[in-house]
């Protein structure tokens, strides 16, 4: 089948991954889509996670959003069909899926789309028209648009992107005017999964050293969940943060990002976040390679061991996370300091 010479007028997205990063990781398929295909209808096909669909709002691809609830890891039989119907009836064309999921791969045939392209599906990649073999020292928003190659897609541009809005940015500069706020970096201490996250007490140190030792304020940001972690940093430490853990939605946070000179933490979506609004950021790796999930723009500084046993299935061998452990407050504090006086 030549798939560069059937008409498209109907394309579907499917993306099964539930994090922040993950969506905006696929921002540039989306743009490289529409640009070759102006006039087609695009939707996006997802979980219910608050997070993404917030993100979502305003974005210039997509007419539509098909929503899909996913308990545990896999779609079981009814959702699966419930599924299957939406999309037989939006008669998709082409559907790509930015997943190894094998069931998402059965599902675009069954839906009866024409093109089906995607990721190697363990197995069932008889189900698609043209697979990829995602590369692990590849950066994952390149490994994505390698997917649509065979459209004849030839995008190189990877930056990621969040459609803010002039109410969330008033919001936000109504809130650093009220504290005086006009310079500060932004720490952000969480790291989803234990083995990402690094000590407390170097955050404790290397915050109180900023503080001191530059004419800027420090804000921790977190989820609501994350709050009590960082109110235990900022016990730890002799000078005075900001702490706005809880305080924003994840677009208000995007805001506040925005504004800010500097971010320094692990491989979180908030980093992702960062990173599409063009903040500068310095990011310790240590499960995970920066090579495929690191911000790439050229503001931006990675600390990584890279470890024997780096990337990690998050099935730590050692019980510790050594690989953060490893990355000294000294580095940290050499890099930002360096980032900080740009």
């Given at each position: 089948m030549d798939i560069k010479n059937i008409q498209i007028k109907n394309i579907l997205v499917v993306l099964g991954f539930p994090g922040i990063g993950d969506l905006l990781v696929a921002v540039p398929v989306f743009r490289a889509l529409k640009k070759k295909f102006p006039e087609a209808n695009l939707s996006l096909s997802l979980r219910n996670q608050p997070g993404q669909l917030a993100l979502l709002k305003s974005n210039p691809y997509f007419s539509k959003i098909i929503v899909f609830n996913k308990r545990g890891k896999k779609l079981n039989l009814f959702q699966s069909l419930r599924l299957l119907e939406r999309w037989r009836r939006e008669k998709f064309d082409l559907i790509v899926i930015l997943h190894h999921a094998r069931r998402y791969a059965a599902l675009s045939w069954l839906a009866g789309a024409r093109v089906r392209l995607g990721y190697n599906t363990k197995g069932w990649r008889f189900f698609l028209n043209n697979v990829y073999f995602s590369d692990s020292f590849r950066y994952e928003a390149e490994n994505l648009?390698?997917?649509?190659?065979?459209?004849?897609?030839?995008?190189?541009?990877?930056?990621?992107?969040?459609?803010?809005?002039?109410?969330?940015?008033?919001?936000?500069?109504?809130?650093?005017?009220?504290?005086?706020?006009?310079?500060?970096?932004?720490?952000?201490?969480?790291?989803?999964?234990?083995?990402?996250?690094?000590?407390?007490?170097?955050?404790?140190?290397?915050?109180?050293?900023?503080?001191?030792?530059?004419?800027?304020e420090v804000i921790f940001t977190g989820t609501p969940a994350e709050k009590g972690g960082i109110e235990k940093i900022s016990s730890l430490m002799k000078e005075k943060p900001l702490i706005a853990a809880g305080e924003f939605t994840i677009r208000e946070l995007a805001c506040l990002y925005e504004k800010a000179k500097l971010f320094i933490g692990t491989d979180t979506g908030a980093m992702h976040v960062a990173a599409a609004v063009g903040l500068p950021t310095l990011v310790m790796f240590g499960p995970q390679d920066p090579r495929r999930w690191g911000p790439q723009s050229g503001g931006n500084q990675i600390i990584y061991k890279n470890l024997d046993c780096s990337p990690c299935p998050q099935r730590c061998r050692w019980g510790r996370n050594i690989c953060m452990e490893r990355i000294t407050v000294e580095e940290v504090i050499k890099a930002a300091g360096k980032m900080i006086a740009v």
């Amino acid at each position: 089948m030549d798939i560069k010479n059937i008409q498209i007028k109907n394309i579907l997205v499917v993306l099964g991954f539930p994090g922040i990063g993950d969506l905006l990781v696929a921002v540039p398929v989306f743009r490289a889509l529409k640009k070759k295909f102006p006039e087609a209808n695009l939707s996006l096909s997802l979980r219910n996670q608050p997070g993404q669909l917030a993100l979502l709002k305003s974005n210039p691809y997509f007419s539509k959003i098909i929503v899909f609830n996913k308990r545990g890891k896999k779609l079981n039989l009814f959702q699966s069909l419930r599924l299957l119907e939406r999309w037989r009836r939006e008669k998709f064309d082409l559907i790509v899926i930015l997943h190894h999921a094998r069931r998402y791969a059965a599902l675009s045939w069954l839906a009866g789309a024409r093109v089906r392209l995607g990721y190697n599906t363990k197995g069932w990649r008889f189900f698609l028209n043209n697979v990829y073999f995602s590369d692990s020292f590849r950066y994952e928003a390149e490994n994505l648009l390698e997917v649509i190659k065979p459209l004849g897609i030839q995008a190189k541009n990877p930056d990621l992107e969040i459609w803010l809005n002039p109410n969330e940015q008033e919001k936000i500069e109504n809130w650093l005017r009220k504290r005086n706020i006009t310079n500060f970096i932004i720490i952000h201490p969480s790291g989803g999964w234990w083995g990402r996250r690094w000590p407390k007490e170097n955050y404790a140190k290397l915050a109180d050293y900023l503080i001191r030792n530059f004419p800027i304020e420090v804000i921790f940001t977190g989820t609501p969940a994350e709050k009590g972690g960082i109110e235990k940093i900022s016990s730890l430490m002799k000078e005075k943060p900001l702490i706005a853990a809880g305080e924003f939605t994840i677009r208000e946070l995007a805001c506040l990002y925005e504004k800010a000179k500097l971010f320094i933490g692990t491989d979180t979506g908030a980093m992702h976040v960062a990173a599409a609004v063009g903040l500068p950021t310095l990011v310790m790796f240590g499960p995970q390679d920066p090579r495929r999930w690191g911000p790439q723009s050229g503001g931006n500084q990675i600390i990584y061991k890279n470890l024997d046993c780096s990337p990690c299935p998050q099935r730590c061998r050692w019980g510790r996370n050594i690989c953060m452990e490893r990355i000294t407050v000294e580095e940290v504090i050499k890099a930002a300091g360096k980032m900080i006086a740009v």
